[in-house]
């Protein structure tokens, strides 16, 4: 389960989206940032079928960044 949801309440899922723009600029996250931004607009447009496009690279971003820290940082 992610912070998104299900896409269904527009105003939640542009705020989520926000926020995940905000983090992703902060750690250089340049794709994360642009999906984030995507659907945060897509959100407040109230266009939530298209949106789904934004959050599947955003799960996908999310999980290669997971898989990646975990491959770094896990005991040797």
Do not use: V
């Amino acid at each position: 389960s992610s912070d998104l949801g299900d896409l269904g309440d527009s105003k939640k899922t542009a705020l989520a989206a926000h926020n995940i723009k905000g983090a992703a600029l902060n750690m250089e996250f340049d794709q994360l940032a642009r999906a984030a931004k995507n659907l945060e607009n897509e959100a407040r447009q109230g266009k939530l079928e298209s949106a789904a496009r934004f959050r599947a690279i955003i799960e996908a971003e999310l999980a290669e960044i997971r898989d990646s820290l975990f491959l770094k940082y896990r005991s040797k």
